[in-house]
């Protein structure tokens, strides 16, 4: 569903990532994980198609990122680690105009909100400002968004930031539900949650891909904290094939 080959992105002298390579099967959760600044953001914003690469080649679904954006943006939702939220707007109204920038029919839309404000429970925010909104629910806002047009694919790059302990079990719980009929991709800090919801993990370093195993290989004889620790230190090979 998700093929990364060989990615590579720089800024002038300056390079985030370099010969990224990962894929991630039909309704498979992969847990996306380094360090801050290893260049897991840059990786997410290039596969959705919001930035474009110096080299290397994405395939979302069968259709390239760059050559095919368009039916790329229409399999993917993503939910950066600040959500694109209009502070001025109320959600039922916002969610509206992102169904619209998605290219959704006018009939649809109605329905469209409806699915996603009772599954991101916004029920009782639907008709506050986004700007008087607490940061757990604009993350709730923001995964409403991602999932108006019912996408193949999720990019998530934080998603339990800003939520409590409850919050957190609620969207994980979320998350792991959608991913029979999804291919997701959660980037997080939190090593637990990788244990809660993921099959598969891939851990970057200083822009380069250092584990990409699936998590029952991982942390088969050592926890995963311990496997993280000897990635990041350069102690793991880097992955020749992908698991």
């Known amino acids: 569903m998700i093929e990364v080959d060989r990615l590579s992105k720089r800024y002038g002298e ?16 992969l847990g996306f994980l380094g360090p801050n600044g290893a260049g897991k953001t840059t990786t997410m914003r290039i596969i959705t198609g919001y930035l474009p690469a110096t080299s290397g080649t994405v395939r979302v679904a069968g259709f390239d990122v760059f050559t095919e954006s368009v039916e790329v943006r229409r399999r993917v939702g993503y939910l950066p680690e600040n959500p694109p939220l209009y502070d001025d707007m109320t959600v039922v109204p916002y969610l509206r105009f992102t169904a619209k920038l998605r290219g959704m029919s006018r009939a649809a839309i109605p329905a469209a909100i ?5 599954a991101c429970a916004l029920d009782k925010v639907a008709d506050r400002l986004l700007g008087h909104l607490s940061k757990g629910y604009r ?17 998530l790059d934080e998603p339990t930031n800003g939520l409590d302990p409850g919050q957190i079990e609620e969207m994980l719980h ?4 959608l991913a029979p009929n999804r291919t997701i991709v959660l980037s997080t800090h939190i090593l637990g949650q990788v244990l809660d919801v993921c099959e598969k ?7 380069h891909v250092v584990v990409e195993d699936l998590l029952v290989n991982l942390t088969r004889g050592q926890r995963l904290d311990d496997a993280y620790k000897r990635a990041i230190a350069g102690e793991t090979p880097r992955p020749s094939v992908p698991a």
């Open 14 to 29: 300056r390079t985030a990532i370099e010969g990224v390579s990962f894929s991630a099967a039909p309704g498979q959760i």
């Open 114 to 118: 409806e699915r996603v404000v009772n």
């Open 139 to 155: 993350q709730r806002v923001g995964l409403a968004q991602a999932l108006i047009h019912e996408p193949e694919v999720l990019i």
């Open 174 to 177: 979320f998350i792991k539900g």
């Open 201 to 207: 993990v891939v851990i970057i370093s200083d822009g």
